[in-house]
């Protein structure tokens, strides 16, 4: 947050920020897939304020945690739905497009 200023934007993958960015004027896009049982979806709710009102949030349909990497299945995380390939291309094609639009 407090050197917004010196960033073209913030992706983050399955996470959220603790620190309040929603006065940055910062381009915030945020992805996480819906079956997500690793990243704590009540501190996410909460930091959603913390971002500007204009962030762009992409929930991946049957993806997880796990499947934003290539360390295999971690402990309490959602079964998969769709692939890892899938996943990352849908993860892929939403950076290229959120970038595009900036």
Same mark, same amino acid.
Not at 12 to 41: E, I
Not at 60 to 87: C, K, L, M, R, V
């Given at each position: 947050?407090?050197?917004?200023?010196?960033?073209?934007?913030?992706?983050?993958?399955?996470?959220?920020?603790?620190?309040?960015?929603?006065? #940055?004027?910062? *381009?915030?896009?945020?992805?996480?897939?819906?079956?997500? *049982?690793?990243?704590?979806? %009540?501190?996410?709710?909460?930091?959603? %304020?913390?971002?500007?009102?204009?962030? #762009?949030?992409?929930?991946?349909?049957?993806?997880?945690?796990?499947?934003?990497?290539?360390?295999?299945?971690?402990?309490?995380?959602?079964?998969?739905?769709? #692939?890892?390939?899938?996943? *990352?291309?849908?993860?892929?094609?939403?950076?290229?497009?959120?970038?595009?639009?900036?």
């Amino acid at each position: 947050a407090a050197n917004a200023d010196a960033l073209g934007g913030l992706i983050m993958l399955a996470s959220y920020s603790a620190d309040d960015l929603s006065a #940055t004027g910062l *381009r915030v896009l945020s992805l996480y897939g819906s079956n997500d *049982r690793v990243m704590d979806a %009540e501190a996410y709710a909460q930091a959603k %304020e913390l971002m500007p009102a204009d962030f #762009t949030e992409v929930v991946i349909s049957g993806g997880n945690h796990a499947q934003f990497g290539e360390y295999g299945q971690q402990a309490g995380d959602g079964d998969p739905g769709i #692939t890892a390939q899938e996943q *990352r291309d849908q993860a892929v094609e939403a950076i290229v497009n959120w970038i595009a639009a900036g």
